[in-house]
T-cell receptor
Framework: QKEVEQDPGPLSVPEGAIVSLNCTYS??????FMWYRQYSRKGPELLMY????GNKEDGRFTAQVDKSSKYISLFIRDSQPSDSATYLC??????????FGSGTRLSIRP | ETGVTQTPRHLVMGMTNKKSLKCEQH?????MYWYKQSAKKPLELMFV???????ENNSVPSRFSPECPNSSHLFLHLHTLQPEDSALYLC???????????FGQGTRLTVV
């Protein structure tokens, strides 16, 4: 079983829609969860991180962790064409070891 | 610009060639990483260096040889690669114990 699993998409939605991106993870010991965004021909950049369970909001983005079901989500409200990118979920498993999902390619249609 | 610079951006090499990828970080971090990104696969952690010492080798074939002369520079030496090694190779850095990694733009490697 992969440590972090993510639906690769692609996902295409119209501008203004609410986007839901999801991952599952296997190890209940994981505590830190991150979402990275990767634009074409660029390296990933950290978008948000959360610790343990709960929600974290930053503008149009909300990260959610449900440790009971080992499920992490990223919601994007009022999606914009500039949000088109690949979104990677990740978790921090031990000293300096970050494990990534395969990434979901998102396209926002104008 | 994230503070992590990778060169070259693109590299085409034959299976018998020897080449090196370079990574430099200007963020004062003490941990550096090599990741491999192939189409439709998760980012694969290859190597981790903390304070110039290799702390992780994720069962990477010996045709990939990392070198970390100091905390700011990281190299990946390549020799006798296979076509399946074609991928985007990403370098990242962080402070040890910090969850945020900063990535370079990557080197797009094609092995012919």
């Amino acid at each position: 079983q992969k440590e972090v699993e993510q639906d690769p998409g692609p996902l295409s939605v119209p501008e203004g829609a609410i986007v839901s991106l999801n991952c599952t993870y296997s190890n209940s010991a994981f505590q830190y969860f991150m979402w990275y965004r990767q634009y074409s021909r660029k390296g990933p950049e950290l978008l948000m991180y959360t610790y343990s369970s709960g929600n974290k909001e930053d503008g149009r983005f909300t990260a959610q962790v449900d440790k009971s079901s080992k499920y992490i989500s990223l919601f994007i409200r009022d999606s914009q064409p500039s949000d088109s990118a690949t979104y990677l979920c990740a978790t921090y498993s031990s000293a300096s070891k970050i494990i990534f999902g395969s990434g979901t390619r998102l396209s926002i249609r104008p | 610009e994230t503070g992590v610079t990778q060169t070259p951006r693109h590299l085409v090499m034959g299976m018998t060639n020897k080449k090196s990828l370079k990574c430099e970080q200007h963020l004062g971090h003490n941990a550096m990483y090599w990741y491999k990104q192939s189409a439709k696969k998760p980012l694969e952690l290859m190597f981790v260096y903390n304070f110039k010492e290799q702390t992780e080798n994720n069962s990477v074939p010996s045709r990939f040889s990392p070198e970390c002369p100091n905390s700011s520079h990281l190299f990946l030496h390549l020799h006798t690669l296979q076509p399946e090694d074609s991928a985007l190779y990403l370098c990242a850095s962080s402070q040890t114990g910090n969850t945020e990694a900063f990535f370079g733009q990557g080197t797009r490697l094609t092995v012919v």
